[in-house]
């Protein structure tokens, strides 16, 4: 093992390259007399004219070195590493673990290699007792890692690729990419000069969409104004008589995706609009044709439409960079124990989607309360339910009816997008679901033939791309069914009327929120996201919304 030597720091120590062009005769001989000495007493085998600065952290199981490589001040080496010709790891960078790398990889200072993981598969038990399991990385030749930047383990880089300075690498990334990014997503094609037309037709094809869905949504808004006297200024053919103001929240959202605020109001009026919705007492925004015995006390009511609101009306105040005026009560009333008699009386065995829909409701609540009134209610006890009531052979919360995974498919959608998702916190068993979605998706033809709707399809691209992010298991698969899904989207708009919720209606808000953000997410998947002008907001936004380290708890 090496460690930093107590010598005086060399220009060499922070810049290496310049070793082998400036270095005295003197600083040659100390090198590579300390370099015969790391030899004797590590794995080590080293080419031509390298240089390792004394201030590094040398101590690897193995590590071969091809010739004028250069390892800078305060790197840490650890683990297998082999490396081609012409490699530098520089300033403060780490690479551990498992990793093979070609010749011409430039490692910025900073940068993070790690080429292992911890398990931490039995949540009774300390993270730091479960040991660590070991894919290994690969990176090939003439990349460029840039400062700050994060691999983490399983991931091959190819060739002459850019990793962009504080990127977080969890997925492949293909020859010839720019990535950058938290998760890392597909900037360009280095390849192609800056602005040019992609040569993917199926990216045509998102161009093309993309210039006309900016163009039109205005449009498409004022297609669905109401008449006069109703109590909502939109309406939707799928929500017009069961949610009024669902129309509402819809065309909120879709303005806010392309950074608008839709009219006739401007964003104060839409605030107060929506905050009157809201009942002081529950916290919920009751439809105009619930019971009073139904607002004085809420049902358990999987699915219902009472409780949907918590989403509907929250989430386009949060797009109006708003909130509720009052704690959704509902929630934070629910003790440990009477959180989990309602749990394990929800009818998981037939009614799966129903169930995950209720699940919903209660983390998105937690959400809102939590961001804004810092009471997360009993968030720890739902998780825990959760993570300890999911299958581990499917991965989901229930199982199919016959032969049909639709109702614990969607369900898992729902469940996790409210929960797991929602704060940032990894599934019970990604690898099991992803196997679970894709034959789903199979047993339905990939939509094709029946059952091609906006929750369908929705409720396969948001779980395979959740368990993505925690796993390669079966990427490629995962891409290309993405990318059907994304072709057969775009099909499905109709230039100035937007989408239709399903093949056979008519286009309406919700189907074209819905369909929209569905494109939105395969592009965040496929690291096209740049690619649109339009952004996920609300429901359907991607990434975390309040992570559970986040969250201020309160002092019990």
């Excluded at 009942?279 to 919920?284: F, K, R, S, V, W």
């Excluded at 968030?379 to 109702?407: K, V």
């Amino acid at each position: 093992m090496s460690v930093p030597d107590a010598r005086p720091v060399e220009e060499f120590d922070s810049h290496p390259w310049r070793f082998e062009s400036q270095a005295t005769d003197a600083q040659r001989r100390g090198q590579v007399e300390f370099a015969a000495e790391l030899a004797r007493r590590l794995p080590l085998k080293l080419g031509e004219a390298c240089y390792l600065s004394p201030q590094a952290y040398i101590f690897p199981d193995s590590l071969t070195l091809g010739d004028r490589c250069v390892v800078a001040a305060g790197v840490r080496l650890h683990g297998t590493l082999t490396a081609g010709d012409h490699c530098s790891i520089n300033l403060h960078a780490s690479v551990i673990g498992q990793v093979r790398m070609g010749s011409w990889v430039r490692i910025a200072a900073g940068a993070m290699i790690a080429g292992f993981d911890h398990v931490s598969d039995d949540p009774e038990k300390p993270i730091a007792q479960q040991g660590v399991s070991t894919k290994g990385i690969e990176i090939g030749d003439d990349v460029w890692i840039g400062a700050n930047a994060v691999v983490t383990d399983g991931v091959r880089i190819g060739s002459h690729c850019i990793v962009a300075a504080g990127a977080v690498v969890t997925r492949d990334v293909p020859d010839y990419a720019l990535v950058g990014g938290n998760p890392a997503r597909l900037i360009r094609d280095r390849r192609r000069p800056r602005g040019s037309p992609p040569a993917d037709a199926l990216l045509a094809e998102v161009d093309v969409f993309d210039a006309r869905i900016g163009e039109e949504w205005p449009a498409i808004l004022a297609e669905h104004a109401a008449p006069p006297g109703q109590p909502s200024w939109y309406q939707d053919p799928r929500n017009a008589g069961r949610a009024p103001f669902r129309a509402d929240c819809d065309a909120i959202q879709i303005a806010a995706m392309f950074g608008a605020v839709p009219p006739p109001f401007g964003r104060e009026d839409w605030i107060a609009r929506l905050q009157a919705l809201q009942d002081p007492a529950t916290g919920l925004c009751f439809n105009p044709d619930t019971p009073d015995a139904v607002r004085r006390d809420p049902p358990a009511d999987p699915g219902g439409d009472n409780l949907y609101n918590i989403l509907c009306v929250g989430y386009a105040l949060e797009c109006l960079g708003a909130a509720f005026r009052h704690p959704v009560a509902w929630a934070s009333r629910l003790d440990p124990a009477a959180l989990q008699r309602a749990l394990d009386g929800l009818p998981w065995a037939e009614r799966g989607w129903s169930s995950g829909a209720w699940v919903d409701a209660l983390g998105t609540a937690y959400y809102l309360n939590a961001r804004d009134f810092a009471d997360p209610g009993q968030l720890t006890t739902l998780i825990g339910w959760l993570t300890t009531r999911a299958s581990a052979t499917t991965g989901l919360w229930s199982g199919p009816g016959g032969d049909d995974w639709l109702q614990p498919v969607n369900g898992f959608y729902r469940l996790t997008r409210g929960t797991y998702a929602q704060f940032g916190l990894p599934l019970p068993y990604a690898e099991r679901t992803i196997d679970s979605v894709l034959a789903h998706l199979r047993r339905y033809g990939g939509f094709e033939p029946t059952g091609f709707n906006a929750c369908n399809v929705l409720d396969v691209v948001h779980p395979l791309m959740l368990c993505a992010r925690q796993t390669n298991h079966r990427a490629v698969e995962i891409t290309e069914a993405l990318r059907l899904l994304l072709a057969a989207a775009l099909r499905h708009y109709q230039p100035g009327r937007g989408f239709a919720f399903s093949r056979g209606e008519r286009p309406g808000l919700q189907g074209t929120e819905m369909w929209l953000s569905i494109v939105a997410l395969i592009l965040t998947h496929l690291g096209l996201a740049d690619a649109a002008r339009f952004r996920l907001v609300g429901v359907h936004r991607w990434g975390p919304a309040l992570p559970a380290d986040r969250i201020r708890w309160p002092e019990r």
